[in-house]
T-cell receptor, first 113, second 117 residues
Framework: QQQVKQSPQSLIVQKGGISIINCAYE??????FPWYQQFPGKGPALLIA?????SEKKEGRFTISFNKSAKQFSLHIMDSQPGDSATYFC????????????FGTGTKLQVIP | GAVVSQHPSRVICKSGTSVKIECRSL??????MFWYRQFPKQSLMLMAT?????????EQGVEKDKFLINHASLTLSTLTVTSAHPEDSSFYIC?????????????FGEGSRLTVL
C-alpha cells in the first residue's frame, strides 16, 4: 500500500483550543482524502473529506486544509472539546471502482478541561 | 448514514479453534466489503477485499488459508480465522462501500475483538 504519513502521534489540547493534525502523501493518483474518528473499542467513522480541487473544506468545528503542490493536508479542530478525545486517522484513496483506502498512522487526541 | 453491523463484538476462543466474524450492511447493498486488522495503538491494515459472488483479493502477506473470506450475498461478508493462535488476537474491522464509483465513503462496522487463549 502507498504510504500516508501522519503527525503528531499524540496530541494534548486544552478545552477551547485548536487541534491540528498533519498528513502527507506521495501518490499523486490519490484524489479523495477522508478523515476518520475512532473511539476506543469502536470502528472508525467518517468525519470530513476533501478532494484536491478544493484548498479548504469546513464542517462545523472541523476544517481540512489541502495543499496539492506540497502533497499535504491537515485537520483543524476549532474550540476543541473533551468529547473530541479520540484517535484520528487521515486517509487517501483513488476514487472510482471500489475504494481501497490507505490510512495514516493515527493521532491520539486528548482534550483536557 | 449507512449502517454496517459486525458480530460478535468480542470473542474469546481456545488456540486451534476457528472463529467466524460476520459483517452485514443493514440498509444498503454492498458489492464490495473490506476486512481490516488493527493492533493496539496502531492503524488499520487492510487484509482483503471481499467482492460479492467472487473470491476475495488478499493483501500481500495475508494468509488466505488462515483468513477465509466469504461474500455470499450483497449484505453479508464473513471472515473465518481458522486454527486460531494467540498471535491472531486482534481487533478486526470490516467496511462496506455504499456504491460502486462512489466518493470513497466507507462505512465501518463496530469491530470485533478476538482473543485467542
Amino acid at each position: 500500500q502507498q504510504q500516508v504519513k501522519q503527525s503528531p502521534q499524540s496530541l494534548i489540547v486544552q478545552k477551547g483550543g485548536i487541534s491540528i493534525i498533519n498528513c502527507a502523501y506521495e501518490n499523486t493518483a490519490f484524489d479523495y482524502f477522508p478523515w476518520y474518528q475512532q473511539f476506543p473499542g469502536k470502528g472508525p467513522a467518517l468525519l470530513i473529506a476533501i478532494r484536491p480541487d478544493v484548498s479548504e473544506k469546513k464542517e462545523g468545528r472541523f476544517t481540512i486544509s489541502f495543499n496539492k503542490s506540497a502533497k499535504q493536508f491537515s485537520l483543524h479542530i476549532m474550540d476543541s472539546q473533551p468529547g473530541d478525545s479520540a484517535t484520528y486517522f487521515c486517509a487517501a484513496t483513488i476514487s472510482g471502482g471500489y475504494q481501497k483506502v490507505t490510512f495514516g498512522t493515527g493521532t491520539k487526541l486528548q482534550v483536557i478541561p | 448514514g449507512a449502517v454496517v453491523s459486525q458480530h460478535p463484538s468480542r470473542v474469546i476462543c481456545k488456540s486451534g479453534t476457528s472463529v467466524k466474524i460476520e459483517c452485514r450492511s443493514l440498509d444498503f447493498q454492498a458489492t464490495t466489503m473490506f476486512w481490516y486488522r488493527q493492533f493496539p495503538k496502531q492503524s488499520l491494515m487492510l487484509m482483503a477485499t471481499s467482492n460479492e459472488g467472487s473470491k476475495a483479493t488478499y493483501e500481500q502477506g495475508v494468509e488466505k488459508d488462515k483468513f477465509l473470506i466469504n461474500h455470499a450475498s450483497l449484505t453479508l461478508s464473513t471472515l473465518t480465522v481458522t486454527s486460531a493462535h494467540p498471535e491472531d488476537s486482534s481487533f478486526y474491522i470490516c467496511s462496506a462501500v455504499l456504491a460502486q464509483g462512489a466518493d470513497g465513503e466507507l462505512f465501518f462496522g463496530e469491530g470485533s475483538r478476538l482473543t485467542v487463549l
